[in-house]
């Protein structure tokens, strides 16, 4: 009478794994992450990853921006990233020689102006203007010959404001220069004054109040004029932005580019440094399992080989082994690695070596000795041996192979504590300082405030990220364990 | 006066594969005071008709049928709350096969005696333990005993811990399924006799299960030989044992090896069918040494022996055409498609040669009834076979076609 | 073979602060097997009958006395010296779930004592395998060859344990209960294959039971063990014939045969427990328990091992 075919080797357990709903389940998860890390190089090119800390990469993305599809939820349509490049713009230029008492002065005078619409339902997070001024530079600050820029501002309520005066430094010439005009100190209280002058809001709330340009520049001029985004009202319509260039030659051009950054971007949204999220999520799948499975992998076989001399030799050397296990038990692995990544600052793959090597010994060890403790009992093994099959032979062909599927197991249920903690480390800044990993996304996000101030996507990205691998192992594992250990079926 | 009394007794169970019958139209009567064996191999149903007499059924119970007497009260009609507090270790209690190893370790044996009073029946504490000592006591274990753990006692003590756990309620019957299995030949003495004398005292009728005859010998008054989920032979031992009629249970005892006979034991070629796909008509014919044509056949099983005897057939030299597959779907015919090169009567020629010359050392081709080419294939009809049913005097009865014919007796037919 | 004053005893139990306590599993046992004979060493669990079984084909070191093979003594030789043995004698495990690796195909199986001894060549080795399937009557041999142990029944399972014995083409095979968890009709036919092969190739060989009925029929000789001591050794229809130590003939008497009327008796039996090998008791192991024990000679003088039969020898003051 035939047994019920137990499972034998790796294949036929994850065949049986596969029949049940967890591993069904902890399966799919699996592919869907592998095909992830196969898809992000199309996506996202690994070249983004090394800009990773490259702020000057994500300049063109909005600070902490929601994901897009949070508008189906708030209802109004956000506004996007808006970049109103200077070959939109509309130039009139001047240029003429004055003959004034026997000096000669040239003259460019050079309006730049560009008109657009504001259509959406919320205000900008933040405006930018880029100005490169091309002009024949000279190494002294010499006023007079230093040009002078001038920001208006153009609403569709007929207000027209000067946001900011400013020279150009000589040094400057033929280079970018960025005003921030959302935090420009300048602009603040031209707008501050251009605010008082108009009288909607007495002269002491505005002299109190907290200016922000974005809001304030689009929105009507009410009571609530100087509120925080939520409180004031939106102004629609066709707004200018002019930009007036006076330069003291006659070959200067100026080229202005306007970015009105939006308050949504993406999937998954922004951070604090613009970068986008989607794209360090993704790219910390690859990461967190190419870590973690490696970790896990390689613990578990050195592991699981010196269970099973331990279990196999006995004596001495099970003896040795089962206090360092003891002792290994005991380490606590993080505090270690925080301390080593206080003094020096290791990249990925050296904490994968010094969790690998914290980790030689551990409870894979003791359930591998206990399993070929039992296996060693078995009939096949005595005969083995008076057919004169040498100790060695016996622990490599006959034993292991009775003990893969477990180690299988074993891997899968480790792999979500690995990551784990190559999280836990970067969450700490202690990672790898260079790649994007989701603990270190958390990280930032932790150190930034972000769940106080309500940026809850740069949180929740990656730690469905974690959650989600985690879940993909564990189920996989689960399923495993419940094939090896019969008692746990749901017959 | 039959103390349980089970008619057509069916217990089926669900398996990925199909249905398997594990017990099939069982039925037989124990006497209160005596003692059926229930003798069997491995696989043939003898711990499942326990099982399902006792309502102990798994989750994937196909079919549960029949009527089950207990004292004349068909408990088969009870609910199964009814049934926990009426039948079971109150009218009948069991002794487990490997009960001894399934004694909890980390409890004292006084309490698992115990146990079925104070859980199910809520018996008061005092009362437990003077019903625990009393049980102790009639198995021959002294008091100490009940404050031992089951690891503190030797393998004999520990089968009469779980027979007194089975007395404890004063049952009117035990199902001892392999009470001495694991046991060294002087404690199974040991234990049989104590069994023997608590059927004296006590007047419990015992529902021996074995596959050991000469065990079953030491308490059986009657004997029930089972195969393959079906009873082949229940009579008198006194009848049975010396003269069995069923060739199944000949050969069972002509297996036994004897300690103080000269006779060697002789054993029974093949094994025992998958119960899930079990032969039309007499379950033993394919082991049978005096199956004919009445006896049944799969096939199945007849393509496969086919295929068996044109190898054999080949490797003697003589040249078979081929067959390129079978089509077994029918049970009353197999057809036979030639394989490319050969004709339908080719084929049908050379397998009439063949089972007519291997036809007298493999039984199995008895079931061929003709042979004939159609149509491009070869038909090939076996005779039907009816499943016998127990026929005999009172005191013993076999299912065996051979002796229903008159006046052939199984000696004979050789 | 030929075992003299063979001990083995186990040290069990030591710790830091208690020396260990031995076990005496096999206490001074001799006797000889010849070639082309099959001996039964008989006993009940707790006998040590195990223990000599691999004490025999050095698996074990015994702890004294001397182990010959054709004369060479292989008392104390290192395993690796033992090769040789390893070829000329094998064993029979008695689980059929774990006498054969359940990872491997039966043909590999077969394969691994031909490659770890190092006979021949791949396709020799297949040759080799598949003759050796045709002995124990796996046939088709191809067919079974590739088949993994849990498709096969116990019964098939113990055949390929056999034929795994077989291979290296031994002079000895030590059979430890090899049949004792098979169906009744099963154990015949395993047994009766042994008898055929031992016959066909002249192989000794040592059949460890506690069934004396399966011995009767498959042995030349038996040998009854109890507590780590042979006590009655002879052949098998003179043993069988005229049991002369106690225990023997308590066994006979508790084994029962199929017999009707034996429910109407009571069967004899021995009271009480074999003792536990750890301490025996003194003079005569088997004097608590037996039933014409006489005090101030069994229970402190120690029974020869004498012969009162040709061929029959008996532990026993007694015993006549």
């Known amino acids: 009478m035939a047994a019920r075919a137990p499972t034998v080797g790796i294949k036929g357990a994850f065949l049986e794994a596969i029949r049940m709903k967890s591993g069904i389940v902890g399966f799919a998860i699996l592919i869907s992450l592998l095909a992830v890390t196969v898809v992000i190089p199309v996506y996202a090119p690994y070249d983004i990853v090394r800009q990773w800390s490259n702020v000057n990469y994500w300049l063109d993305n909005p600070r902490v921006a929601a994901p897009e599809w949070t508008q189906i939820f708030t209802g109004k349509e956000e506004p996007k990233t808006t970049t109103l490049a200077s070959s939109t713009f509309r130039y009139v230029e001047v240029r003429t020689t004055i003959d004034a008492e026997g000096q000669v002065f040239n003259l460019t005078l050079i309006n730049a102006s560009r008109k657009f619409f504001w259509t959406f339902d919320g205000f900008p997070s933040e405006l930018s203007m880029e100005i490169t001024a091309f002009f024949p530079g000279n190494t002294s600050d010499v006023p007079g010959e230093s040009p002078l820029i001038q920001i208006f501002w153009n609403r569709p309520d007929g207000q027209y404001v000067l946001l900011l005066q400013r020279t150009i430094p000589a040094r400057e010439f033929n280079l970018p220069t960025t005003y921030h005009l959302s935090t420009d100190s300048d602009v603040i209280g031209n707008i501050r004054d251009w605010v008082q002058r108009e009288g909607v809001i007495s002269p002491g709330n505005v002299s109190q109040a907290y200016i922000r340009p974005e809001t304030v520049l689009f929105a009507k001029m009410d009571s609530h004029q100087l509120d925080p985004q939520e409180a004031a009202n939106l102004l629609t319509g066709e707004y200018q932005v002019v930009v007036s260039y006076t330069g003291f030659s006659l070959v200067d051009t100026v080229r202005p580019d306007l970015t009105i950054y939006g308050s949504v971007y993406g999937i998954a949204g922004t951070d604090f440094s613009r970068r986008d999220l989607m794209t360090g999520v993704l790219w910390g799948a690859p990461v967190a399992l190419a870590f973690g499975v490696t970790a896990a992998v390689v613990v578990v076989l050195i592991q699981a080989i010196l269970g099973a001399f331990s279990g196999w030799y006995g004596g001495p050397i099970d003896e040795f082994l089962q206090r360092a296990s003891d002792f290994y038990l005991i380490i606590p692995i993080l505090p270690i690695l925080i301390m080593i990544a206080l003094f020096y600052t290791p990249g990925i793959w050296a904490i994968l070596f010094v969790v690998v090597a914290f980790s030689i010994v551990g409870s894979t060890t003791k359930v591998v000795r206990s399993i070929v403790l039992q296996i060693r009992e078995e009939q096949f093994i005595e005969a083995a041996q008076s057919y004169g099959a040498s100790r060695g032979r016996i622990l490599f062909r006959y034993i292991m192979p009775r003990i893969m599927p477990y180690t299988f197991a074993l891997v899968a249920l480790s792999v979500p504590a690995f990551i784990f903690l190559e999280a836990s480390l970067s969450f700490l800044g202690l990672g790898d300082p260079v790649l994007p990993t989701w603990g270190s996304i958390i990280g930032q996000a932790y150190n930034e405030g972000a769940l106080f101030y309500g940026w809850w996507w740069w949180v929740a990205f990656p730690t469905i990220g974690i959650v989600y691998t985690t879940v993909g192992f564990a189920l996989m594992g689960y399923a495993f364990d419940k094939v090896l250990n019969p008692r746990l079926r749901e017959e | ?414 | 073979m030929q075992l003299d004053n063979l001990r083995m005893w186990f040290q069990v139990g030591g710790t830091l602060f208690r020396k260990p306590i031995p076990v005496k599993a096999v206490d001074d046992v001799s006797f000889a097997i010849r070639r082309g004979e099959t001996i039964s060493v008989v006993g009940e669990s707790g006998s040590g009958k195990t223990t000599l079984g691999r004490t025999v084909l050095r698996l074990l070191e015994p702890t004294d006395g001397r182990l010959l093979y054709a004369g060479m003594d292989i008392t104390h030789a290192w395993q690796r010296d033992l090769m040789w043995l390893r070829r000329k004698a094998g064993i029979i495990p008695q689980d059929p779930y774990s006498s054969v690796n359940p990872t491997f195909p039966i043909f590999r199986i077969l394969e691994e004592p031909l490659s770890v001894q190092k006979l021949g060549t791949r396709r020799e080795h297949a040759e080799r395998i598949y003759r050796a399937l045709d002995n124990v009557k796996l046939t088709p041999p191809d067919f079974f060859a590739q088949k993994y142990p849990h498709q096969l029944s116990g019964g098939q399972r113990q055949r390929v344990a056999v034929a795994r014995a077989m291979i290296l083409e031994p002079e000895f095979i030590v059979a430890d209960e090899p049949v004792s968890m098979l169906d009744a009709s099963v154990r015949i036919s395993i047994l009766k294959l042994l008898r055929q092969l031992q016959q066909g190739f002249r192989i000794s060989f040592l059949y460890i039971t506690h069934d004396l009925a399966t011995a009767r029929h498959f042995s030349d000789r038996v040998g009854i063990m109890y507590a780590g001591k042979l006590v009655e050794l002879g052949p098998v229809g003179s043993l069988l014939a005229e049991p002369l130590h106690p225990y023997t003939q308590a066994l006979m008497e508790a084994i029962p045969d199929p017999d009707p009327e034996n429910r109407l008796k009571e069967r004899a039996a021995l009271p009480g427990e074999p003792p536990t090998l750890t301490s025996p008791p003194p003079g005569c192991r088997f004097h608590p328990r037996c039933p014409i024990a006489k005090a101030g000679l069994c229970d402190v003088e120690e029974p020869e091992f004498r012969e009162l039969r040709p061929g029959h020898l008996v532990a026993c003051h007694l015993a006549a």
Not at chain 2, 209 to 237: K, N, Q
Not at chain 2, 287 to 310: D, K, M, N, Q
């Open chain 2, 1 to 414: 006066m039959a103390i349980l009394e089970v008619q057509n007794l069916r217990y089926w169970y669900r398996t990925r594969r199909g249905a398997v019958k594990a017990v099939d139209d069982v039925s037989f009567s124990v006497d209160s005071g005596k003692t059926l064996a229930l003798v069997g191999e491995s696989g043939c149903g003898k711990t499942s008709t326990a099982a399902a007499i006792l309502r102990l059924l798994p989750r994937n119970v196909d079919t549960y049928e029949g009527r089950v007497l207990l004292d004349g009260q068909d408990i088969m009609q009870y609910g199964n709350e009814e049934f926990r507090q009426r039948v079971r270790w109150r009218g009948i209690s069991m002794v487990f096969q490997g009960a001894m190893n399934a004694l909890s370790p980390t409890t004292r044996c006084g309490y698992q005696v115990a146990e079925p009073l104070i859980v199910h029946y809520g018996t008061e504490k005092e009362e437990a333990i003077a019903a625990t000592k009393e049980a102790l006591k009639s198995v021959g274990l002294p008091e100490y005993v009940a404050y031992r753990y089951p690891h503190e006692l030797s393998g004999g003590m520990k089968q009469r811990v779980v027979t007194a756990m089975a007395l404890i309620m004063k049952p009117r019957m035990v199902i001892l399924d392999e009470p001495t299995s694991a046991l060294d030949v002087m404690t199974q003495a040991n234990i049989i006799n104590l069994l023997k004398r608590l059927q004296k005292e006590t007047g419990l009728a015992y529902l021996f299960i074995t596959h050991d005859l000469g065990l079953a010998s030491e308490l059986a008054d009657d004997v029930a030989i089972m195969y393959a989920g079906r009873i082949v032979e229940i009579g008198s031992s006194t009848k049975v044992y010396p003269t069995p009629q069923h060739p199944y249970t000949q050969k069972l005892i002509q297996s036994v090896p004897l300690l103080r006979k000269e006779e060697a034991p002789d054993f029974i070629p093949g094994a025992p069918p998958d119960l899930t796909n079990v032969p039309l008509g007499c379950r033993f014919h394919p082991r049978c040494p005096y199956a004919f044509e009445p006896c049944g056949w799969t096939s199945s099983e007849v393509a496969a022996i086919l295929g068996h005897e044109a190898l054999a057939f080949e490797a003697a030299d003589v040249h078979l055409a081929n067959v390129d597959r079978y089509d077994a779907k029918d049970p009353t015919q197999l057809v036979a498609y030639p394989a490319k090169g050969t004709t339908a009567s080719s084929l049908a020629a050379s397998l009439q040669e063949l089972v007519a010359s291997r036809r007298s050392m493999t039984p199995f081709l008895r079931a061929i009834e003709g042979i004939q080419a159609r149509d491009g294939r070869v038909v090939i009809r076996l005779h039907q076979g009816r499943m016998p049913e127990l026929a005999g005097e009172d005191d013993q009865r076999a299912a065996c076609w051979l002796l229903q014919q008159e006046a052939i007796t199984p000696a004979a037919a050789t």
